[in-house]
Antibody, heavy 114, light 111 residues
Framework: QVQLVESGGGVVQPGGSLRLSCEASGFSFGSYGMHWVRQAPGKGLQWVAYTQYDGINKYYADSVKGRFTISRDNSKNSVYLYMDSLTIEDTGFYYC???????WGPGTLVTVSS | QSALTQPASVSGSPGQSITISCTGTSSDFGRYNLVSWFQHHPGRAPKLIIF???KRPSGVSHRFSGSRSGNTASLTISGLQPEDEGDFHCCSYIGTPTFYVFGTGTKVTVL
């Protein structure tokens, strides 16, 4: 059974940074790309970032490019999202999702507030 | 990339059928023709219920069906049940480097 569990969310001031983690189990993690998707309060889902199965190719939404960095450690079955220069608009739930978005975690809440 | 447009809310009585629309542009749907739908209860993981426009993952109720015509995709829930309440999101794969565009989300209420 595929399981994804995010952690690392919290309250941070504008301009601050945060690192999210997502631990995977129940599938061959190193064989799949992984995504981060977020949902701001009252808004729809928004794709944020993707890392290829081997961590070589990475892609970002324009709204986070240059501020967020996705990485992975296949030896720990984990994918990470390092978020820097955070703004109020980055507030929301952050979800990790497997390759074709066929499995998601329950999310972790990031609140950017002064 | 703008979000796909969904109605904010749709409601129906138990046993009825409802349809949620998801409207975009030709660039949102045209090249790959891969629309997915997700059911999301707040505080829980979003669940894939339709992929590749009209396919259901194993274990998903046959009451959920998807279709697409031109620049509008649709999700129909037949035989509405109380447990169908929640948020529903459409999503179109648009390839690299942006990967996915999502809809604005629809809240389904069972009266």
């Amino acid at each position: 059974q595929v399981q994804l569990v995010e952690s690392g969310g919290g309250v941070v001031q504008p301009g601050g940074s945060l690192r999210l983690s997502c631990e995977a189990s129940g599938f061959s993690f190193g064989s799949y790309g992984m995504h981060w998707v977020r949902q701001a309060p009252g808004k729809g889902l928004q794709w944020v970032a993707y890392t290829q199965y081997d961590g070589i190719n990475k892609y970002y939404a324009d709204s986070v490019k240059g501020r967020f960095t996705i990485s992975r450690d296949n030896s720990k079955n984990s994918v990470y999202l390092y978020m820097d220069s955070l703004t109020i608009e980055d507030t929301g739930f952050y979800y990790c999702a497997k390759a074709d978005l066929d499995n998601w975690g329950p999310g972790t809440l990031v609140t950017v507030s002064s | 990339q703008s979000a796909l447009t969904q109605p904010a809310s749709v409601s129906g009585s138990p046993g009825q059928s409802i349809t949620i629309s998801c409207t975009g542009t030709s660039s949102d749907f045209g090249r790959y023709n891969l629309v997915s739908w997700f059911q999301h209860h707040p505080g829980r993981a979003p669940k894939l219920i339709i992929f590749e426009n009209n396919k259901r993952p194993s274990g998903v109720s046959h009451r959920f069906s998807g279709s697409r015509s031109g620049n509008t995709a649709s999700l129909t829930i037949s035989g509405l049940q109380p447990e169908d309440e929640g948020d529903f999101h459409c999503c179109s794969y648009i390839g690299t480097p942006t990967f996915y565009v999502f809809g604005t989300g629809t809240k389904v209420t069972v009266l």
